[in-house]
């Protein structure tokens, strides 16, 4: 499957600040936001209407978990069920509430897989990478076959995930968000501010930050 030239110029994001102007500056309708995580343990996927009429809030539409498709605990590929039954319930969304997300295209937020870890063996950062890729591809072709050829690529980071699930589902107008994990990527803990004044985005405070082999 060859995916067709769209039509739309695509924007290249350096960095997810970049993303959120987009959103909330270019963006005239009700556009479709997959996230998406694979490629290590617990792969899953999401679908979010973003639009940028309602103050920049984001509405959840589904989400799935592989393993429930799969059977397979911890399941770290993205299973085919899961982004059939997602699209589907977009499809119904979309009729229900009358949007049409063609008119825009999709943007795919993935999350980085370990092949972004400098930690991990030179193994497992190739099969995380080709995992990563193969997720990448079986994705583009399933949106592509649904009708959504035009598509964003961007990507978030380990810890910048974590402060995102706990920062875009609180509602504070500010707060402050430490984040402590094994690793992610080089990073052990981070410290993040979140701030409606900034488009509702994250800033990291870099000097808070714990570096691999550091940790708690």
């Known amino acids: 499957f060859q995916l067709r030239a769209s039509p739309i110029r695509l924007p ?8 959120r102007h987009y959103l909330h500056n270019a963006v005239t309708k009700p556009v479709l936001v997959l996230g998406v995580s ?11 209407m973003f639009d940028s009429s ?4 984001a509405r959840l539409i589904a989400m799935n978990h592989s393993e429930r498709f799969s059977g397979i605990k911890n399941d770290p590929s993205l299973s085919k069920d899961a982004v059939s039954s997602l699209l589907i319930a977009i499809d119904s969304y979309s009729n229900v509430n009358q949007h ?30 080709a995992a990563a890729k193969r997720t990448e591809t079986q994705l583009q072709v399933a949106l592509a076959d649904h009708g959504y050829v035009s598509q964003i690529w961007t990507s ?11 920062w875009g589902t609180s509602n504070h107008q500010s707060a402050l968000i430490a984040i402590v994990d094994a690793v992610g990527e080089t990073e052990t803990a981070t410290s993040w501010f979140g701030s409606d ?5 994250l800033e990291k405070l870099e000097s808070q930050t714990l570096k691999y082999p550091h940790s708690f």
């Open 12 to 19: 290249k994001f350096r960095s997810n600040r970049d993303l």
């Open 38 to 48: 694979s490629g290590h343990h617990d792969a899953a996927i999401s679908a979010l």
């Open 156 to 166: 978030v980071e380990h810890h910048e995930a974590h402060a995102w699930a706990a």
């Open 197 to 201: 004044l900034n488009n509702g985005g």
């Open 54 to 57: 309602q103050k920049g809030q």
């Open 100 to 129: 049409n997300f063609f008119d825009q295209p999709v943007i795919i937020v993935q999350h980085q897989s370990a092949w972004k870890s400098n930690y991990h063996s030179l193994t497992k950062k190739f099969e995380g990478y």
